[in-house]
């Protein structure tokens, strides 16, 4: 799979189609799953973690997927190709940096992603743009219904599949979805719907997971349970909290253009005016400016972005992207300097393709 | 004379054209003259200075200025009109702000005006583009020479030509030079030139004159003393002076590109960059993004706005003009998003002419 392209293109979850794509930036699912036969990655040899990739990347192979699927060694790639992979969604921050033998599979869509000795022997993702929860999960059964019939997974009768964080047992499930919500943050209100998904065992992160800060207003809502519960009822309960967050923000967006448009306008219009006007930006700036252009353009009091663009933007200003678009490693300040050159291309003629 | 043309139209020394244009802005010379034969202004009855008006208007009308004059009733303009012609420098404050008859003749090219009942009887005021300060001189020494032919002055053969107020005695001049100096300001540099200047009687003052803010890193620079010195000496000062001002801003902004090009070009960029997308904007914040923007264009970071278009800006984005443009009275919210509009319209097509 050639890398350099991958970072020039985008995947299908950040088109901005799908149902609340306006709110709703994606969907994504993944169950983790491990071989019968072998130790858990923790406590695998090299020879074991070997053995375990062979085993799942031939039997991938062999799953008809319905796209075409790209291998990739992850511990023979780059720390940059490893941290690049990790900014676009495809692998986690922890399999770009643990150290042995572990492997990927991406999608040509990159709707797909298999990881091979990660924390668990197998991981597979299915992310979507807008709320796709259903659909989500509809592909990634049926991916792990055919990888089921060809190799013996762990699993428990009365447990279900282990895995090899306790957190995970039980269907090994974990159903997410990536909300922009820039009206609940900006009037505060984005407190409350945490104490409210806390009480029913949601978790909230960052745009990177665990641990990653919520820039840009991107809340990553996802189950912290996963055992005593059908994998239909862990998706079941966030199919009914994102609709009632969906139409918070969307209340909020209406009263603050009701009560102060002209503030609002200004806000974005401003944000919109320094993304196509500086010479240096910092990655967290970005975020801040395109979160409030991503509102106006929702609001349509941005007309000539497409959204598309404006999700694109978010992934393809991450430190490892810009380094892959310019084929070459950069420090923090020529970073700043490139990701700037790079918004004002972008958006100076924001129609224009990225290729 | 037609103020609402006027308000869309420009004044010379708004050209950016002269001696250092870059830095010096322009170049301004009055006298201040009082006739003999009547009470000073603040002791004169309304039927003193209804002939005052009546003599002097008569007198500057039979003088060849080379110019068509033309003749404003200040008192009976209304009060949007009076601060117009303030923030266009065409009168003072004091003026605008008094009571009773007075009035004002102002030139085709606004290079040349006249105040009758200002403080003193009679002020001709010059003001010239670029650091012209003689030229200024010349013509208004050749006005004043051609109304001292026709009227008896104030005069003491020991102090000189009487005025209302003792600070102006002896020459009645004031010459003044008004400096664009961001590099200094911005980096500080600005305090040793206000001490030196202290120290040689030379007084500093901002884009309004007393008491007015150093908005837009504008600052006026004029003589304190008009006695026991000539007219030459006086502005001899001034003429010495300057230029070291002048070099000093002009290295302080060769250092800056030279040491922090890049922070220089964003921080320039940006400016421009916001003046072109704010929905709202007070009359504060745009002159601080234009003083901005000037050094941009000064130092070919800014290539497409001509610096008459940014000296311009400065006077028609004043709360005045905005209205005089607009044809109403507007608050000062409502001022805020007209003058917003007005610095996208022309600055989106900076090359296309103000009428």
Chains 1, 2 share one sequence.
Not at 24 to 35: D, E
Not at 95 to 114: F, I, N, T
Not at 195 to 220: C, M, P, T
Request: proline share 2%; aromatic share 6%; net charge negative.
């Amino acid at each position: 799979m050639d890398l350099d392209l991958l970072a020039r293109g985008t995947g299908e979850w950040l088109r901005g189609s799908g149902t609340d794509a306006d709110i709703v930036i994606s969907s994504r699912l993944r169950v983790a799953r491990n071989l019968a036969d072998f130790p858990f990655c923790m406590r695998s040899s090299e020879i074991d973690r070997r053995e375990i990739e062979r085993t799942l990347k031939q039997c991938a192979e062999t799953v008809p997927m319905g796209r075409a699927m790209h291998y990739l060694e992850v511990s023979r790639l780059s720390s940059l190709d490893r941290q690049f992979l990790v900014e676009r969604h495809l692998i986690s921050r922890e399999h770009a940096a643990a150290e042995g033998c572990r492997g990927a599979a991406v999608s040509d869509d990159e709707d797909v992603s298999l990881m091979f000795n990660e924390e668990d022997h197998l991981r597979i993702q299915v992310i979507k743009s807008g709320f796709s929860l259903k659909e989500c999960w509809d592909l990634v059964d049926q991916i792990d219904t055919q990888i089921e019939a060809r190799v013996r997974y762990a699993f428990d009768e009365e447990f279900g599949y282990l895995t090899a964080c306790p957190t995970n047992v039980g269907t090994g499930v974990r159903a997410s979805v990536m909300l922009h919500l820039p009206a609940l943050a900006m009037t505060k209100q984005i407190d409350k719907v945490f104490r409210a998904l806390q009480k029913i065992h949601l978790a909230v992160r960052g745009l990177y997971g665990e641990g990653s800060q919520a820039s840009g207003d991107f809340y990553q809502i996802s189950n912290n349970v996963t055992l005593g519960r059908t994998e239909r009822e862990l998706i079941g309960d966030i199919e009914v909290v994102v609709p009632q967050i969906v139409d918070y923000e969307r209340r909020v967006r209406k009263e603050l253009v009701k009560e102060s448009k002209q503030t609002i306008h200004d806000r974005v219009s401003r944000a919109y005016g320094i993304l196509r006007a500086a010479q240096t930006i910092t990655s967290e700036e970005t975020m801040h400016l395109l979160s409030s252009v991503r509102l106006g353009v929702n609001l349509k009091l941005i007309e000539d972005v497409p959204i598309g663009t404006v999700n694109d933007l978010f992934i393809h200003t991450q430190p490892a992207h810009l380094q892959k678009l310019q084929g070459q490693e950069l420090d923090s300040e020529k970073r700043n300097v490139a990701r700037a050159a790079y918004l004002r291309l972008r958006l100076s003629n924001p129609d224009s393709s990225r290729n």
